[in-house]
């Protein structure tokens, strides 16, 4: 029995009129069924109350101000999204069905998104008899709101239980910090007060490749957010963030100048994607980049502003496997960061060739040749054959 909820509208007479007659059958009982008490003495209500799925399941229109024909009512219902968790989907979602349908003649949502369930670390689902529930406020303390966010969303299937532990929560917290630190480098490097960049032009083939990876991650988050496929979107913007822009990008741009416009750009653009899944530290951003423009909550959802440019993708990654592979060799080998290798690639186009600035310059420490004298140590680097000097 609940001490608190809406109280069973039944009202029962205390006492028979003649005491004398008794109940015969068929005889109407002394009953009334309504909200207000019957006229006459002696009614008494029900002192039980109904569960608490009849209150919940009165919320999408009595929390606008219902029976009353208030703005908010008309305003707001019916809503269009609702997301709860599997498990109570006949307990809530279908008695908020029938009770909107009822009351007030609507169907409260089109769409019902649907969770799955919290559990530990060991799969087992959180309860106080085990003592294993995570409080999200002592998490938010030490870990911040924004890894809370993300460690509930990304890397679980749509619809299935997830688990949730301190070791996931911190790790999204590295990454919060990673964003802020890629933000907070590109804002130091800009030459002059940032404006807000709507269509950069490219200069170079790292600059062609960067705004086609960003105009795909683009179209694809927005893909998975219109499909509700929450944790597939924040993976694909995770991997550019990390992967592609601050990993090879940023590691150019400290090699090739001019680079303002489009560091902009791309930074007023993944905070936007961002927003929805890391709200707080984004606003920050947004807000110390562009102090003078709105709110990053309120700002236009970011545009894809050209199309996929498949040739800058290819060269690019011709020129990623080549310097991975020169990395991968000196690491096996223990070559010394100051040791320079000579460098010959066969078969390499005039498009590979006119990167070397980039070959050269990271984190590779070698000299391109366009013969293969001295060079005998054979590696494969995707499609191309390269080959360096003796390491020794």
């Known amino acids: 029995q609940i001490w608190f909820g809406h109280r069973i509208p039944v009202w029962y007479q205390s006492k028979l009129k003649n005491q004398k007659s008794k109940i015969k059958k068929n005889q109407p009982l002394e009953i009334y069924v309504g909200v207000e008490p019957p006229v006459g003495e002696d009614w008494q209500q029900d002192p039980d109350t109904l569960d608490t799925w009849f209150s919940s399941g009165t919320w999408t229109f009595s929390t606008l101000g219902w029976p009353k024909q208030t703005k908010d009512l008309k305003t707001f219902h019916p809503t269009s999204v609702i997301e709860t968790g599997y498990d109570i989907l006949f307990f809530w979602i279908a008695r908020m069905i029938m009770m909107s349908q009822y009351a007030v003649k609507q ?212 020129i990623q496997d080549i310097i991975t592979a020169v990395r991968n060799f000196r690491a096996e080998n223990k070559v010394a960061k100051e040791k320079v290798l000579d460098c010959f690639i066969d078969g390499a186009s005039t498009t590979i060739f006119d990167q070397k600035k980039l070959l050269e310059g990271l984190r590779t420490n070698i000299k391109l040749s366009s013969q293969s004298k001295n060079t005998n140590h054979k590696i494969a680097a995707g499609k191309l054959s390269v080959y360096l000097s003796a390491p020794n």
């Open 107 to 318: 169907i409260p949502f089109k769409t019902v998104y649907l969770h799955g369930l919290v559990r530990d670390k060991q799969g087992r689902k959180m309860s106080k008899s085990l003592g294993n529930g995570i409080d999200p406020l002592d998490m938010i303390a030490k870990y911040g709101t924004d890894a809370l966010r993300l460690a509930m969303l990304v890397g679980n299937t749509p619809g299935n239980d997830f688990r949730l532990y301190d070791e996931k929560i911190a790790g999204f917290r590295n990454f919060v910090n990673k964003l802020w630190n890629i933000s907070r480098y590109i804002l130091m490097t800009l030459d002059k007060v940032p404006v807000i960049i709507n269509n950069p032009q490219p200069k170079t083939l790292a600059d062609k490749w960067i705004l086609t990876r960003l105009n795909i991650v683009n179209k694809t988050v927005t893909q998975h957010i219109n499909d509700f496929e929450f944790s597939p979107a924040a993976e694909k913007l995770y991997d550019f963030t990390w992967h592609e822009l601050a990993d090879w990008y940023l590691e150019i741009a400290k090699i090739e100048k001019g680079k303002d416009d489009i560091l902009n750009y791309i930074l007023a653009t993944i905070l936007k994607l961002w927003h929805p899944f890391a709200p707080f530290v984004t606003e920050v951003l947004w807000q110390e980049a562009w102090p003078k423009e709105k709110l990053l909550m309120v700002q236009a959802w970011p545009k894809v502003i050209s199309q996929r440019n498949i040739k800058a993708e290819d060269d690019m990654k011709v």
